[in-house]
């Protein structure tokens, strides 16, 4: 059954909700990027509770002029325009007061998901809204969908990652240098304008397939994934929209292949896996490779230590230290040098006294800097400044019986 | 409306709004300053797979496991993002979207999985919170108030929320000073030898307190809306902060009466005949009042006000 789902065999309308949430997780990838390295991404969040009271009122104003009320299209119109509102109170908020943007974002969030619930409540004892089923976008629910509400998810898609990929240019330029991008003729507002037009898209686009709870996840999971693989802002946006688009495909194929999983959820679900994976196997900016990095850096401290501890004719107390020269052919099990170890031991000391003087002289500053009781000296100076340095090194004097 | 009407239908809604909307809006006022405002959001997302979880274990749908299990996924919430904040070097706004919406995203799906059908929870009942359900059918009338045999049948919500909201109290009072200066000048209140870490961590907690005892008496709305609105109207009104907290309290507790009342008598008096859902109205009043205090707060503009 999940092959199937996965291979787009489950029906016309379970293929085209799967295409539809790909395209749209893909959009949701792109923009969302913009809004992560603007660090804006809870600005989402509010734009999505306030298409809440949209839909009532557009559920309301249908029924009143003798519709049915339950069109896709028109509901998906009135969450537009209250998410447009919340967007406008929002910015107003955080630009004609004194208020942070964090407040704002929840003071609208809260409020306009208020009112929309009010206005369900409304819609309830309404003859003709007992069986709305609007609660259906709180979640998100595509199991038993019309045919041209599909063919609406799909098609919405389509165009909004049809836009984001013609505007990315100057929102890739404002989310990276903001300053370049304004001193390049950018209009700033604008461009952030249009980032939020596109964040309003993928909302209204995602309310029946994700819900208006967690489309915020859409354009926030991708984004943060896709940071963890690549430092180029060229690539994440890409990777970011790849990620989206997977998550929402697979999700959508999942949720079609048995009964009671939810669409909204297991997208998410599926997002939150590839992040986690990520966040841990992720080259260089993953938790693993952290750990690789932390025990090597660990390992070269250990050995260099004990390297100076045998130059010294010290006796070396720490077990770790010694297992390690013993393993890298130092020292014998009870930490007494080997031929190669006193070589490597008084290299080891050799380098630290050059170090010394180094770090002595006032026009090796920038070399100096980069000391850190490990690295070779000679990765840092040519031969002939290490020559140099070696004429202040004491010269052997006579033992003193 | 007539004593005997308002006392048992009324009374105890309007009085565990408003100690909801108090336990919310004190600590609300640092987490607006300390631009932590989105934590109630966050928790009151959640608490959600908490209480599933705690049904799940327990089979039944009663309180103390739940709110434990709320407790218990606010906590790991709070880890969670600390976790992947520091591991992974993502920007805390980002880092708690990921937690929140992933473990709603959970708390769904388990609920969809399992058979809840024949005990009353679901995704509504968690958001919107059913105010309206806690009256108190002993009484009479104002003089019910001084019978005991009818104060033993108050709801049990009312006292738990009272406690909450005196634990809250307590606590404000408690580390006003520490709480003061940790929140408008971290690096001076550690060169005064202030924890200021453990300051910040016990405010979440006492935050999360407060969010899961609402949750449970009045739903995630209210939360949400009573940690952010109040205080942040409160914050256009003086630059004073023993003042913004008076402020806050006397608008977290104008919204929960009068949201109160005009979902339960406005669409009366409108000519229809249901009352409209108190949570919803409790938040929309907040967010009116917020949206006066915005063009018309004295404090509103910045220090010169």
Redesign the interface.
């Given at each position: 059954m999940l092959w199937q789902a996965l291979t787009l065999q489950l029906g016309y309308n379970a293929t085209l909700v799967a295409i539809g949430a790909t395209l749209l997780g893909f959009a949701a990838g792109v923009t969302g990027t913009f809004l992560f390295l603007r660090r804006r991404s809870l600005v989402s969040d509010a734009i999505s509770h306030a298409t809440l009271p949209g839909v009532g009122l557009a559920f309301i104003v249908m029924v009143a002029l003798g519709g049915d009320g339950r069109s896709l299209a028109g509901l998906l119109t009135g969450s537009a325009v209250t998410a447009a509102l919340g967007l406008v109170a929002v910015q107003w908020l955080t630009r004609r007061t004194r208020l942070a943007e964090d407040s704002a974002i929840g003071a609208v969030l809260s409020v306009f998901f208020g009112l929309g619930v009010v206005l369900l409540t409304v819609i309830q004892t309404m003859e003709s809204g007992r069986q709305a089923g609007l609660d259906s976008l709180l979640l998100g629910s595509t199991a038993g969908m019309l045919r041209a509400d599909a063919l609406l998810i799909a098609a919405g898609g389509a165009l909004t990652l049809i836009l984001t990929l013609i505007l990315r240019r100057p929102m890739i330029m404002v989310a990276f240098d903001e300053d370049y991008a304004a001193a390049r003729g950018l209009n700033i507002r604008q461009v952030d304008l249009v980032t939020m037009g596109l964040v309003m898209a993928v909302t209204v686009v995602g309310l029946k397939v994700v819900g208006l709870i967690l489309i915020v996840a859409l354009l926030i999971i991708p984004p943060v994934t896709a940071r963890f693989w690549t430092d180029r802002t060229e690539r994440v946006w890409l990777l970011s929209g790849v990620i989206g688009g997977v998550s929402g495909f697979i999700g959508a194929a999942i949720s079609a292949s048995a009964p009671a999983l939810p669409t909204g959820p297991i997208i998410v679900l599926t997002g939150f896996s590839v992040f986690a994976a990520s966040l841990f196997l992720a080259p260089n900016r993953g938790v693993l490779a952290a750990i690789i990095r932390h025990v090597a850096f660990q390992r070269r401290v250990h050995v260099r230590q004990g390297l100076l501890a045998l130059a010294h004719g010290q006796p070396i107390y720490e077990r770790y230290t010694v297992r390690l020269l013993h393993r890298a052919g130092l020292s014998r099990p009870d930490g007494v040098a080997t031929e190669a170890g006193r070589a490597r031991a008084a290299k080891a000391l050799l380098d630290e006294k050059r170090w010394e003087i180094l770090r002595a002289m006032p026009d090796h500053e920038a070399a100096a800097a980069l000391y850190d009781g490990m690295r070779p000296i000679e990765t840092v100076v040519t031969s002939d400044q290490l020559a140099e340095i070696d004429t202040h090194l004491a010269a052997p004097q006579e033992v003193l019986a | 409306m007539s004593g005997a009407e308002f006392v048992p239908l009324s009374l105890t809604p309007i009085l565990i709004g408003v100690f909801a909307a108090i336990a919310c809006a004190l600590p609300g006022n640092f987490l607006?300053l300390r631009?932590?405002?989105?934590i109630?959001?966050a928790i009151s997302?959640v608490v959600l797979p908490g209480i599933v979880v705690a049904f799940l274990i327990t089979g039944t749908v009663s309180t103390w496991p739940m709110m434990i299990g709320a407790a218990a996924a606010a906590l790991l919430a709070v880890l969670l993002i600390e976790a992947?904040r520091r591991?992974?070097?993502?920007?805390p706004?980002?880092?708690?979207?990921?937690v929140f919406?992933?473990m709603?995203?959970?708390g769904?799906?388990l609920l969809?999985?399992s058979d809840t059908s024949t005990v009353h929870l679901d995704?509504?009942h968690a958001?919107?919170g059913n105010l309206e359900s806690l009256i108190w059918l002993d009484a009479f009338g104002w003089g019910s108030l001084l019978d005991p045999e009818a104060l033993a049948g108050l709801p049990p919500e009312l006292f738990r929320m009272g406690l909450s909201m005196i634990g809250v109290i307590a606590f404000v009072w408690l580390f006003w000073r520490p709480l003061k200066i940790s929140t408008f000048d971290e690096g001076f209140a550690q060169v005064m030898g202030m924890r200021t870490n453990l300051i910040g961590m016990s405010l979440v907690a006492v935050s999360a307190l407060a969010a899961v005892a609402a949750f449970d008496a009045v739903g995630s709305?209210i939360v949400?809306?009573m940690?952010?609105?109040p205080?942040?109207a409160a914050?256009?009104m003086t630059n004073r902060l023993a003042a913004q907290v008076g402020w806050s309290v006397i608008f977290a507790t104008l919204s929960a009466v009068l949201g109160y009342v005009l979902?339960g008598y406005g669409?009366l008096w409108l000519g229809?005949?249901?009352?409209?859902?108190a949570?919803?109205?409790?938040?929309?009043v907040?967010?009116i009042v917020?949206g006066l205090a915005?063009v018309f707060?004295p404090?509103?503009?910045?220090?010169q006000g």
């Open positions: - | 607006v631009r932590q405002a989105l109630g959001d997302h992947i591991l992974g070097g993502i920007e706004g980002a880092a708690m979207g990921v919406t992933t709603f995203a959970g769904v799906l969809e999985r995704v509504e958001l919107m709305i949400i809306a940690f952010i609105c205080p942040a914050r256009l979902a669409p229809a005949e249901d009352s409209v859902s949570a919803g109205m409790i938040a929309t907040s967010g917020l915005a707060g404090a509103r503009g910045g220090t």
